[in-house]
């Protein structure tokens, strides 16, 4: 028998029609009232209305069935899994490392570029490498590092707090949810706030006097 491949997605499957089992079922769509029947008046009622009796909740008591066109049905379910995926966001963690005695020009450095990654919507994994005999400061780690998330506290906030693993004191910090909204001058927004320039009137030439010859006994 042919297995098929092992990244191909399956679409769920849902019993229609004859399909279903149970003895009653509660029947849902539109313009239908939510109500409790055989299943046999819910196939006849489907029927009349020329759709289908779809089971879309089968462990439901009794299960619920939609009465609706099935083939519509199966769109309407993928095209709402494809708008899930793409709101789904993809959350990378970018690491940050300290020594226990780091300087202020490395740890604003590290500072600037947490508050970079925060921004694009990562998190952040700070840490202090305790190397050696520098394990005896790890009380001046764990300073450092909440030192840090108050640094950060307009940015992210702490998911874990700093936790010391072998040689390693971790923290996380995680994104804020800040939406920005960029206020966009229209064409329309310019022409109500901008009074419009006034038109010049034309300057009225005077007329050009005859320069021609004069001739004796006319006046012009």
Do not use: W
């Not at 009794?62 to 519509?72: F, L, M, Q």
């Not at 005695?101 to 590290?110: A, G, L, S």
């Not at 202090?128 to 906030?157: H, T």
Request: proline share 7%; net charge positive; aromatic share 8%.
């Amino acid at each position: 028998m042919r297995q098929p491949p092992k990244n191909r997605k399956v679409t769920p499957r849902y019993n229609i029609n004859g399909q279903i089992r149970a003895r009653e079922v509660r029947i849902v769509g539109d313009d239908i009232a939510p109500t409790v029947l055989p299943t046999r008046d819910a196939l006849r009622l489907a029927r009349e209305k020329e759709l289908d009796l779809v089971e879309i909740s089968p462990n439901a008591e009794p299960p619920v069935c939609r009465i609706c066109d099935y083939s519509k049905f199966l769109y309407q379910q993928k095209k709402r899994q494809k708008e899930l995926k793409a709101k789904q966001v993809k959350i990378e963690v970018k690491e940050i490392r300290f020594g226990p005695q780091t300087d202020d020009h490395d740890y604003n450095f590290k500072l600037k570029h947490a508050k970079g990654f925060l921004e694009d919507g990562d998190k952040v994994k700070a840490y202090v490498f305790f190397r050696g005999r520098s394990i005896l400061f790890k009380e001046q780690g764990e300073v450092l590092l909440l030192r840090f998330a108050a640094d950060l506290e307009e940015y992210g906030k702490v998911e874990q707090m700093p936790k010391l693993e072998g040689k390693r004191m971790t923290m996380f910090i995680a994104p804020k949810k800040v939406q920005v909204k960029k206020e966009k001058t229209t064409d329309e927004e310019t022409e109500t706030t901008e009074p419009r320039p006034e038109k010049k009137q034309p300057k009225q030439r005077a007329p050009k006097e005859y320069t021609g010859p004069k001739v004796e006994g006319e006046d012009f």
